[in-house]
């Protein structure tokens, strides 16, 4: 078991474990979008998901608890990784950024990282951690996108998140060891597009909240 740990603490095994706990969360994405999108369906929709959702009880519960391992495993593995690069370069160089595959989005993943879990907790503390005894789901996120502070934030913190899905999406490829000439530009192409129907899908429902609203 010793090899697991050695593993684990190494440069490689921390990208793995990145890339693997990465790809759950774009899975994850894919459920909760598909979710938010019956919103387009009307009320009635969106509360009818919401209580076949909570319905699933100790699956869901099971669920939840999944994904907060994943997060911390991701969020502390990438926090290592970040003071690790920082030690091995102590010094910037004057350097092409876009050398090597390095993009804007690539530069700033753990400040996008950092961002994304700051506006989770928030999220969370206002659809998730709220009394739903005397209002429904529905209600909730209406309600909350009647701010159009709020509304600003959501749609910021969206196009932050795709910035950090296009370059976790053939970043988990590369670490998986599928860089090559060719399929990276394809892998590369797809992580745009992807991360356009994130940012897109997630980020439009407070604008139609709003406007039809």
């Known amino acids: 078991m010793h090899w697991i740990g050695q593993f684990i603490g190494s440069s490689v095994g921390k990208k793995l474990l990145m890339a693997v706990t990465g790809s759950c969360f774009l899975m994850f994405l894919v459920v909760h979008l598909a979710g938010n999108l019956t ?19 100790p699956i869901l519960t099971i669920a939840e608890w999944g994904l907060l391992f994943l997060a911390l495993v991701h969020v502390v593995t990438g926090t290592l990784l970040f003071f690790q690069n920082l030690n091995a370069r102590p010094e910037r160089y004057v350097m092409n950024k876009r050398a090597g595959g390095r993009t804007n989005s690539s530069a700033t993943m753990p400040y996008t990282g950092f961002l994304i879990l700051v506006f989770v907790i928030f999220h969370l503390l206002n659809f998730h951690f709220v009394d739903k005894s005397t209002t429904t789901i529905y209600e909730i996120v209406t309600g909350a996108f009647e701010s159009i502070v709020y509304v600003i934030l959501y749609v910021a913190a969206m196009i932050i998140l795709a910035l950090h899905i296009r370059h976790g999406f053939w970043s988990l490829f590369q670490t998986l060891g599928a860089n090559h000439p060719k399929y990276m530009p394809l892998i590369m192409g797809a992580s745009i597009v992807i991360s356009i129907i994130f940012g897109f899908g997630f980020g439009y429902l407070p604008v139609y909240i709003t406007i039809s609203g």
């Open 39 to 57: 919103l387009f369906g009307g009320k009635e929709m969106f509360n009818s998901y919401a209580e076949h959702l909570h319905g699933l009880g």
